[in-house]
């Protein structure tokens, strides 16, 4: 194997670039107190960061500033790293990163970091557009200093984005970049975002029992590695799809299993609030406005606030409030559009136009219908495309009422 950019810098000890290459962050971060380069302490507190250990990573971090006083520009890229990872006031540690000059950051490596924390700010933050090119940027300095997990990271961010912003092509070329590192370097690491990013796709055409079946023993491999936000997530999206599909003993069973597991406090609010949701079949205006003001306040991030809606809309349909029902439908579906939410993660439309058909609004439904149809279309959802159906026979049905009524009364 050639002698890498890392490698070549003499910064970083055998030990420490062994755990490197896999991102085994769990070694990386019991290495800390090994750490003799900036390079090595730089690394053990970004994996205190992946590991969901904000606390350690804070105390690294105020170590790191004393051994290594006269690298401010580093300081200060920590402390905004630290602050992201915490979710703290995420525009402004956007707008400190987008200034910072990466070419003060010594060696290739930070210089990847850099690239890969401001992309990940942009992703938090709802700037996929702008994050795009972080991404792209990160994988590509990853990829030349022989990092093949580090990149597929990248790829996988990069995925998010364009699905996000519904580049449909550009989506698939990323995937199979991703899915090509998966299959070159098969570790713990590269699995966990090739599979994840499948997961994802099939969640988009709402094919939720493939999804669940890869889900359940993906969460072993985030555990193995570690990575509490990424078992977080997933724990997250599969308690929303184990709701969704009315799977409530599994859910009961497997809320009652993660949650005595270590787990990022973000994700543990979200299932906590799909399991109040789990025990109650209906719901009313009232106690529906106080969950939401909850959730605002909680600082639930959008796309988890969008599978709390869907099993929200749910129970209204169940409930008959179709009025209600169309204005939350309405109001998910901005906020989904306004964080530029992935379109097919959950598509809010079909309730929108059970709700406009049981309020009488016909002619908005069938427009809606029809952009609903073509999409499941174009995409393969064969799950929409049997609601499309349904609605299209519901919207039918509605005509010859409407029809036969006026016959009757004229």
Known sequence: MPVTAIESEKLIQPIFLQA???????????????????????????????LGDNDQAETL???????????????EFITLACELYRKKDVAASLAKLSQMDPKVFLGPLIGAEYYFILG????????????????????????????????SVAWFNLCICYNHLNERILFDLAFERLRDLALRSPTPTTRLHHERMA??????????????????????????????????SLACLLGYLYLRNGYFEEFWNFEKAVLQCPIAP???????????????????RDSLKRSITRWRKQQILSVHQLYLYDIVLQRLWRGRDHEYLLKIAESAGQLSLTHQQALGLVDFRYHEILGLL?????????????????????????????????????LAKSNDLTEWTAAVYT
């Open 61 to 75: 971090a105020t170590i790191f500033s004393q051994k290594f006083p006269e690298e401010t520009s580093l300081q």
């Open 199 to 232: 997961i994802y796709r099939l969640v988009d055409r709402e094919e939720d029992e493939r999804a669940i079946a890869l889900l359940v023993p993906l969460l072993d491999v985030a555990y193995f590695t570690g990575r509490l936000r990424d078992k977080g």
């Open 358 to 394: 049981r309020t009488g609004q016909k002619d908005k439904a069938r427009v809606l219908l029809h952009s609903y149809a073509e999409d499941a279309r174009h995409d393969g959802a064969e799950p929409r495309l049997t609601k499309s159906a349904s609605l299209e026979a519901m």
């Open 120 to 151: 990940y700010a942009c992703n938090l933050n709802d700037e996929y557009r702008q994050g795009t090119r972080h991404h792209k940027k990160a994988a590509e300095l990853y990829s030349e200093m022989e990092m093949p997990c580090a990149a």
């Open 20 to 50: 490197l290459r896999p991102l085994d962050y769990q070694s990386l971060l019991q290495l800390a107190s090994q750490a003799k380069s900036r390079l090595e302490s730089y690394l053990s507190i970004r994996a205190a960061l992946v």
């Open 266 to 284: 973000e994700h543990r609010v979200v299932l906590n609030e799909l399991s109040s949701l789990s025990h109650v079949d209906l719901l009313s």
